[in-house]
C-alpha cells in the first residue's frame, strides 16, 4: 500500500459526524485485532495475561457494536472507508505481525498508548459533535477507554510479585518514554550515524583539524535544528498523547546535536591523528549508547541493536573517509 504524505491527510476537527463516527468503529475493530494477537503470542508462557487481552479484545469489540448500531440507526448501512493513517496527528503503527517477538513490557507500553491514544480521540470527536446520542456515546467511550489504561499495569501482575510491582514502570515512566526517550534516541542515533560522513570526509580531504571541526559543528547543529522542527511538526501530541511537540522537537534537537558534536569535539587537538583516533573512539561510545538505550527502554535485543547502529555506522563512516580520500 502507497503511504499518504502528511499534506494529504484530513485535519481532524474538519471530519463529520459520519466520518467520525467510522474511524472509530475501523479503529475499534484494529485494536481488538491487536489484543487478540498480543493474547496469543502470550498465552503459552503468561496465560494469566493473555486472559486479560482476550477480555480487551471483547470489550472492543463491544464498543465496536455499540458504535455500529448508532451508526446504522443515522446515516444507514454504508461506512465511510476512513482509517487512522487518513487523519493528521494518529501515528501508524508498526503491524503486529511484522514483530518477530513480542515481550510483556512491549504488549504493556502497547497497551498504554493504544488506551490513552483511543481516549484522546473519543474526548476530542465528543466535544466536536453537535448530534446528542453520538456525543453521549462518544463521551461513555472516552470513560471506559480511561479506565482501561490502567490495564496495562495488571499485565503479568501475577508474575511480577509485590517486588515488581513497587518497582513497576507506571504512567508517568511511559510518558517519559513517548515524550523525551522516543525522540531523543531518533535524534541521537540520526547526529550520531547522518554527521559521520562529512566529519570524517572533511578531515582526509583536508587534514585540517581546525576545518574539521567547524564542519563537524555546522553539521551537528545544522542537523539538530532540522530533526527538531521535524519531530515538533510530526505531531502535535492531542491525539496520540506523545506530549508537547516543543518538548519532543528539543529533546530530538539537542540529542540529534549532541550526537554529531560527539566526533567533532576532539578535533579541538592540535595533532590530526590523535584527534582523528580520540573521535573514532567516541563513534564506537555513541553507537554502543545508542543500542544500550535500545535495550533498556525500547526493549530491543541488545545485539540485533547492536548490529544496526554498528552496520550503519560503519558503512556512513567508510563512505566518509572515501569520500575524503577522492
Known sequence: MVSLRADARRDFSSLSEREILSLAIAAEEEDGRIYSEFAMRLHDLYPASAALLEGMAAEEDEHRRRLLDLYVERFGDRLVPIRREHVRGFLSRKPVWLQKTLTLEQARQEVWEMEEAAYRFYLGAASQVTDVGIRKLLGDLAAAEKGHSSRADQIDAEVLGVEGRETEKGEAHRQFLLTYVQPGLAGLMDGSVSTLAPVFAAAFATGDTHQTFLVGLAAAIGAGISMGFTEAASDDGKLTGRGSPIKRGLAAGIMTAVGGLGHALPYLIADFWVATWVAIVVVLIE?????????????????RAVLQVVIGGSLVFAAGILIGNA
Open 287 to 303: 553507537l554502543w549508547a545508542i543500542a544500550y538505550i535500545q535495550k533498556h527502554y525500547m526493549q530491543t535485543p541488545f545485539w
